[in-house]
């Protein structure tokens, strides 16, 4: 560059061929190829016209380098394809090139030489290692971390510039780069007076107008204003949808079920949920209820989908059989982004409840996805609390130094546990029944954003990323799967205890009401985890010799505990919060994109070959074709085996 200042004055389009070179190199950073074609021409044309071989000299050097890293990757930040950020340009590496990753690897040797009992024994630890948020106790003291481990977690966010990250996602940028999506289901339960933008639009009335919305729509149908075909109140709803747009609301109504004030204004109405395509799973939605009494709300964020859609046309089928095709826009309301496709299906534009791109579907609960639902079942107001509690984790996984911040202290843990200490799955263990659908919701929401190959800029990870997430209630889980948590495979565990019970019973002749029965095991179990029980413990019990490697416990297993005050609507938005940030946060520090799901598609694509098959067979008697030797023997003995299908058009509905 000072060769070309020195070679001769500079004229005006020297100026602008150093804006050009600027704007490609920004442009590489972008992997924008076609502009960057654009620019490589240009310069080439202008080099070679003007003999500036020692510009054209320094950009093709530039290019070369850029382009021949497969490891090494710039970036302006995590958001390439974010405009206003370039300011911030910066070199990136794969995260586990860095030296505080390299740091925390050599550190797990340390930690092997230490055992969780030893670690216990150091109160001074232990109370570092509680953190407490708006009544919320989290307990991370039997993780197989010291303050250091911490310390050098830290040091792997700053590398990870997790801060900026979270910053990008709350600002609107579009970190959901493969789809060039802004992330913003936080604005889904921001305050009507806040401003979060996407595109340069603040994004937040929209959301409120359509909260507004489904306050009128719901309070109307709720009070029996909006009635069905033949008048009757619609006291039932199904809503239909799968993944995204089916299990946070499942597990949110699941979790009010029982609480008092959500049953109480639930009073007598009934949610129910129609997710898989298996016609078994319409039969059992369908059972014992009236079409005439039913309201259907179709979820679906694409309206694309297949099983939706399939069980959507079943729907209307069961609606307009028993009540006329009229009946459907009484019947029949839609939650989408695709209002378009809404339409054409038969729904009325104005029974549809719309929500945006920028909301993945898997993070879309406190859209109309599951505020719509939720709405109809226990009325606005209650929801409204649930949004509230999200919000105040929103806040707080915003603002809250990292050392402070429970979030971010969650993903820091999951990313030492998986990455470094090498447990591949984390159990969901809550010590309530009311969270039943908390483990399966999360698995969605962790395993279909982490679950990557790749990191954000396309570079192999030579780590894994991602963890396998299951759960169930404690107690059941105890006497299922915990012996293989216990004595088996060592599976840090996630164990969530409630103080005050949606519904206390109190028995007078029991040692200990019945919460603190269930609550004795939520206390017991971590502890059993971490300190385990050594042969010379059992010897000392006088076990039989036989018997004591059967019986020995090695203990050392991670978990970590979260205390909540109560179970209302509005610490299931707090919950719900917590467990999306912290997925969030481990994404960003494992340096991959959190917000896509490219995994899902190749299934899809070979079943509608299969679709496609089966149709020609059953129609046309075609033979199967185009497929392995396994999967046409398989196809062949299905079609085989279930020729008695009818053929010719035909209506049947489940009778049940
Ligand atoms: O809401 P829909 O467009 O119907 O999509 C439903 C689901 O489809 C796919 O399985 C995606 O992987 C999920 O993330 C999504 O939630």
Same mark, same amino acid.
């Given at each position: 560059?000072?060769e070309?200042y020195?070679?001769?004055?500079?004229?005006w389009?020297d100026?602008?061929?150093?804006?050009?070179?600027w704007?490609?190199?920004?442009?590489?950073?972008?992997?924008?190829?076609?502009?960057?074609?654009?620019?490589?021409?240009?310069?080439?044309?202008?080099s070679?016209s003007?003999?500036?071989?020692?510009?054209?000299?320094?950009y093709?050097?530039?290019?070369?380098?850029?382009?021949?890293?497969?490891?090494?990757q710039?970036?302006?930040?995590?958001?390439?394809?974010?405009?206003?950020?370039?300011?911030?340009?910066?070199?990136?590496t794969?995260?586990?090139d860095?030296a505080?990753w390299?740091d925390?690897?050599?550190?797990?040797?340390?930690?092997?030489?230490?055992?969780?009992?030893?670690?216990?024994?150091?109160?001074?630890?232990?109370?570092?290692?509680m953190?407490?948020f708006?009544?919320?106790?989290?307990?991370?003291?039997?993780q197989?971390?010291?303050?250091?481990?911490?310390?050098?977690?830290?040091?792997?966010?700053?590398?990870a510039?997790?801060?900026?990250?979270?910053?990008?996602?709350?600002?609107?940028e579009?970190?959901?780069?493969?789809e060039?999506?802004?992330?913003l289901?936080?604005?889904?339960?921001?305050s009507?007076?806040?401003?979060?933008?996407?595109?340069?639009?603040?994004v937040?009335?929209d959301?409120?107008?359509?909260?507004?919305?489904?306050?009128?729509f719901?309070?109307?149908?709720?009070?029996?204003?909006?009635?069905?075909?033949?008048?009757?109140?619609?006291?039932?709803?199904i &809503?239909?949808? #799968?993944? %995204?747009?089916?299990?946070?609301?499942?597990? @949110?109504?699941?979790?009010?079920? =029982?609480?008092?004030? /959500?049953?109480k204004?639930?009073?007598?109405?009934q949610l129910?949920?129609?997710?898989?395509?298996?016609?078994v799973?319409? &039969?059992r939605? #369908?059972? %014992?209820?009236?079409?005439?009494?039913?309201? @259907?709300?179709?979820?679906?964020? =694409?309206?694309?989908? /297949?099983?939706?859609m399939?069980?959507?046309?079943?729907?209307?089928?069961w609606?307009?059989?028993?009540?006329?095709p009229? &009946?459907?826009?009484k019947?029949?309301?839609?939650?989408?982004?695709?209002?378009?496709?809404?339409?054409?299906?038969?729904?009325?534009?104005?029974?549809?409840?719309?929500?945006?791109d920028?909301v993945?579907?898997r993070?879309?609960?406190?859209?109309?996805?599951?505020?719509?639902?939720?709405?109809?079942?226990?009325?606005?107001?209650?929801?409204?609390?649930?949004?509230?509690?999200?919000?105040?984790?929103?806040?707080?996984?915003?603002?809250?130094?990292?050392e402070s911040?429970?979030?971010?202290?969650l993903?820091?843990?999951?990313?030492?546990?998986?990455?470094?200490?090498?447990?591949?799955?984390?159990?969901?263990?809550?010590?309530?029944?009311?969270?039943?659908?908390l483990a399966?919701?999360?698995?969605?929401?962790?395993?279909?954003?982490?679950?990557?190959?790749?990191?954000?800029?396309?570079?192999?990870?030579?780590?894994e990323?991602?963890?396998?997430?299951?759960?169930?209630?404690?107690?059941?889980g105890?006497h299922?799967?915990y012996?293989l948590?216990h004595?088996?495979?060592?599976?840090?565990?996630?164990?969530?205890?409630?103080v005050?019970?949606?519904?206390?019973?109190y028995?007078?002749?029991?040692?200990?009401?019945?919460?603190?029965?269930?609550?004795?095991?939520?206390f017991?179990?971590p502890?059993?985890?971490?300190?385990?029980?050594?042969?010379?413990?059992?010897?000392?019990?006088n076990v039989?010799?036989h018997?004591?490697p059967?019986?020995t416990?090695?203990?050392?297993?991670?978990?970590?505990?979260?205390?909540?005050p109560?179970?209302?609507?509005?610490r299931?938005?707090?919950?719900?919060?917590?467990?999306?940030?912290?997925?969030?946060?481990?994404?960003?520090?494992w340096?991959?994109n959190?917000f896509?799901?490219?995994?899902v598609e190749l299934?899809k694509?070979?079943a509608?070959q299969?679709r496609?098959?089966?149709?020609?067979?059953?129609?046309?008697?075609?033979?199967?074709?185009?497929?392995?030797?396994?999967?046409?023997?398989?196809?062949t003995?299905?079609?085989?085996?279930s020729?008695?299908?009818?053929?010719?058009?035909?209506?049947?509905?489940?009778?049940?």
């Open positions: 560059m000072i070309i020195k070679c001769r004055r500079l004229l389009y100026h602008v061929m150093f804006a050009l070179v704007h490609t190199i920004i442009d590489i950073f972008k992997n924008n190829g076609l502009i960057h074609a654009i620019f490589f021409f240009s310069i080439l044309f202008y070679i003007l003999h500036r071989h020692l510009f054209f000299y320094f093709f050097s530039l290019f070369i380098n850029l382009s021949t890293h497969t490891r090494l710039f970036h302006i930040s995590p958001n390439r394809s974010s405009s206003s950020s370039s300011s911030s340009l910066q070199m990136a794969l995260i586990s860095t505080p390299k925390l690897k050599a550190h797990v040797g340390e930690i092997d030489k230490t055992h969780l009992r030893d670690l216990m024994a150091d109160t001074d630890r232990c109370s570092s290692m953190l407490e708006d009544g919320i106790l989290l307990d991370y003291s039997r197989r971390a010291t303050v250091d481990t911490l310390s050098k977690l830290k040091k792997l966010a700053e590398e510039r997790l801060k900026q990250k979270i910053d990008n996602m709350f600002n609107g579009h970190i959901n780069s493969t060039n999506r802004s992330v289901h936080v604005a889904l339960r921001a009507k007076n806040t401003t979060i933008n996407s595109d340069g639009k603040n937040v009335p959301v409120w107008q359509v909260l507004d919305k489904i306050k009128e719901s309070d109307k149908v709720r009070n029996g204003s909006w009635v069905g075909a033949t008048g009757k109140a619609l006291t039932n709803v &809503a239909i949808g #799968i993944g %995204g747009s089916f299990l946070g609301p499942l597990f @949110v109504h699941t979790a009010l079920q =029982t609480d008092p004030e /959500a049953s204004s639930a009073g007598g109405r129910r949920f129609l997710a898989n395509v298996d016609p799973d319409v &039969a939605n #369908i059972s %014992g209820l009236n079409p005439e009494t039913t309201l @259907v709300v179709v979820v679906s964020k =694409t309206f694309t989908t /297949a099983e939706t399939l069980n959507a046309r079943t729907l209307r089928e609606i307009s059989s028993a009540l006329g009229q &009946a459907v826009s019947h029949m309301v839609a939650v989408s982004t695709n209002l378009k496709l809404v339409e054409k299906f038969g729904i009325d534009p104005n029974n549809a409840f719309a929500f945006w920028w993945g579907g993070y879309s609960v406190c859209s109309a996805v599951g505020v719509l639902p939720l709405s109809l079942q226990y009325g606005f107001s209650v929801v409204e609390k649930f949004l509230e509690g999200a919000r105040s984790i929103d806040q707080h996984f915003h603002s809250a130094p990292f911040n429970i979030p971010v202290l993903g820091l843990l999951s990313v030492w546990n998986v990455s470094f200490l090498g447990y591949p799955a984390r159990a969901i263990l809550p010590y309530t029944q009311a969270l039943e659908k399966p919701h999360i698995q969605q929401v962790s395993m279909e954003s982490n679950g990557k190959g790749v990191s954000i800029d396309g570079v192999r990870l030579p780590f990323a991602g963890e396998i997430d299951f759960g169930e209630p404690g107690t059941n105890q299922s799967f012996q948590i004595q088996g495979r060592v599976i840090p565990c996630d164990f969530i205890g409630i005050k019970s949606q519904q206390p019973v028995l007078k002749d029991e040692v200990v009401n019945n919460h603190d029965e269930l609550m004795s095991n939520f017991a179990q502890d059993a985890l971490a300190y385990g029980k050594t042969p010379e413990q059992l010897q000392s019990e039989a010799s018997l004591v059967h019986k416990f090695t203990g050392n297993r991670p978990s970590l505990s979260l205390l909540l109560s179970l209302d609507a509005y299931v938005g707090q919950l719900l919060a917590i467990y999306e940030h912290r997925i969030a946060v481990e994404g960003f520090i340096g991959i959190s896509d799901q490219w995994g299934g694509s070979l509608s299969v496609k098959q089966l149709h020609a067979s059953r129609k046309k008697g075609e033979s199967v074709e185009g497929f392995n030797f396994s999967t046409t023997k398989l196809l003995r299905y079609l085989e085996a020729a008695d299908v009818p053929s010719e058009p035909t209506t049947l509905l489940p009778k049940i």
